[in-house]
């Protein structure tokens, strides 16, 4: 019993917010990752990318629930996803327009790009503090537990509860959805192979014909669709503040960089890594560890190895470990 | 210096004058010493990006750091504090060294089980780590919480501070360097904004160090009070034979007073900056940036150079980070935001011209002063454009409050703009 117990209190505090924090880090991390390998450049707006992009769900969804429109038990924002997707989908094409290509037909070295993408940066973190503000928006609605912790604890008569937010699993669902599509799409559709052969190789691919700006276009359109998404769960799921998604992009770059940069399924891989070595370290292990171990050897402390607040060095430890002994990163991603 | 540059300074000094004449000479002075700290951190950040290609987006960190070595050097030492754990500190940090040391020589002289006897070495100096420092950060910590609860400081001349918060921030770089340098350029800018965030934790977290987001207030000033200059006739009698009121002159001679300081340090590092550059090393430097390949060939140990660039750029940061803690007379960490204290860096280095060491001192004076001026500037811009709207519509309120995320839209577009039409800045290097 007491085996169960404790892995139920793993998997309340450890296992189930790991797993859908992880799948909000592989998001936002595939769109790092796909900017990295077809337009050779690191996005340092990719966090505000996101930050747009939920916002750009959140005006919708509010519109709808004024209307009281909904999906019953799930939230309204889904709904609303589409919508931000393409305002998402306009302005990073937008941006494309004005800032990249110029410097993409001057083949500019990557560092220029990395610099523009600053710019790009500070004005869509203005536009959103602009529009929406730099405070806490909640929009989330619907169902919000599918299993609270008492409902949990009556039907299996455990000691401790589990509980199961409908976000968690609406998050987990949605991203195995996206990321089995972006693989179908990269694998088996024209443009997908098209991507990856432009990916692999610039001047082999140009030579058989493949046009370039489609291929960029393509790349933006999938790259708001995944900030989006990666965004709009990890709001619904937390919340939305503008200055945490410019800070999730150390977490995410780790992500990216742990799996190998340029590397999709790598991608996936470094962000549950992220999460689960965050959450398992500045989770107070103590009540865990207490129903593992005998009573004797019982923890006094709350065996909890780095406060909340550190974990940005979580993901900075982890990603120098594996850049002094595996620069490529897990999976062999891109070395420029 | 040639015509083009005369005249760009003194544009900007125009706009320092205008800002004296139209709104006061006390905002025009604060602004004005600010854009001293921020000419200097340019200098830093130019010195790695235009000198060496190195793309730090640190800033940030070394700047804490600097402002971290202020407060450990100026404050006078917390004695009960240290009394009641200051050895456990510093044993714990000792420990925690030893650990990370050990583990090191152990993977350097790695046999089969290298990796696991690296593992458990720090696992377990983690351990022996904390058990030892955690008691000794509670003792200090309870030691009169409200106005103290931290080790102090040295209680040494504050000029002397500025110096080791170049020192902090060049030990900080020189490990990050030692890591990130040598691989990708990618890398050691994601290694760098990690580097500051965690810096800031720190900060924030570790109230024995400098008490955390409870501030440390008052600190020593290596300028007269207000007040003093108040009470003291000779400067009173001084002010109004110019016809001024004393109380604004007192505090107008104070920021003068740190002006002449920043001022000297600015002229100091930049003749320095200047002379390094035009010296053998600064053509290796430039000859690195250009082409290490060809450099490397030439026998160039490109790596090292790099790391040397790397923890100077840093240091200079740090030390104006030092200046502003000063200047403020506090160290707030929780008013560290990337975007002020890095990117707005990287603006000034981009506009004023990157390579050329005036180009980063004019960048830094001018994007400031933009900085600065952006909210009433951007307050008008809105007044004009609601004036037609009808008062208390929804419209309007939103877009009166919004004004000061003008900032941020500003600094952007200029740089894109700078970046796409100047890319060599308003200074090119040559």
Known sequence: MDILNGLVVLANFVIVPATAYGAQLALGALGVTLIYGILRFSNFAHGDTMAFGTMAVILPTWGLQALGINLGPLPTALLALPIGIGITALLLLGTDRLVYRFYRAKKAVPVI???????VMFIMNGLVRFVIGPDDQRFSDGERFLISARNFREMTGLAEGLAIRTTQVITVVVAVIVVAVLFWFLNRTRTGKSMRAYSDNEDLALLSGINPERVVMYTWLMVAALATIAGTLY?????????????LLLPIFAAAIVGGLGNPLGAIAGGFVIAFAEVTITYPLKKVLGYFLPETLAPDGLVQLLSTDYKFAVSFVILIIVLLFRPTGLFKGKAV | ????????????????????????????????????VSAIMALGVNMQWGYAGLFNVGVMGFVALGGLGAVLVSMPPNTEALAAGGVRVVAGLALGGATVIAAILAWSRAGRWGGWAVAAILLVGFFIFRTVLDPGVQAVEAVNPASAGNIGGL?????????????????AAWV??????????????????????????????EDWLARGVKNVIGLPRPVPYEIDLQNSAGFVELATELGADPVTASSIAVKLAYSGLFIVILLGLLWLAQAALASPWGRMMRAIRDNEVAAEAMGKDVTARHLQIFVLGSAVCGLAGAMMTTLDGQLTPGTYQPLRYTFLIWVMVIVGGSGNNFGAVLGGFLVWWLWVQVEPLGALLMDAITAGMADGSWLKGHLLESVAHMRLLTMGLVLLLVLRFSPRGLLPER
């Open chain 2, 155 to 171: 209680g040494l001349p504050v000029l002397l501070a500025w110096p080791v918060g170049g020192l902090l921030a060049a030990g």
């Open chain 1, 235 to 247: 709001g619904l799921d937390k919340s939305f503040k503008p200055f945490t998604y410019f800070q």
């Open chain 2, 1 to 36: 210096m040639n015509l083009r540059a005369v005249l760009l300074f003194t544009f900007v000094l125009m706009l320092f004058v205008g800002t004296g004449i139209v709104q006061s000479w006390n905002v025009a002075l604060t602004i004005f010493n600010m854009g001293l």
């Open chain 2, 176 to 205: 990050i360097g030692k890591t990130a340098l040598g691989l990708r350029s990618d890398y050691l800018a994601i290694a760098t904004l990690g580097i500051a965030e965690i810096v800031i934790a720190i900060l924030k977290n």
């Open chain 1, 113 to 119: 790009f990395v610099i523009a993408s600053l710019g």
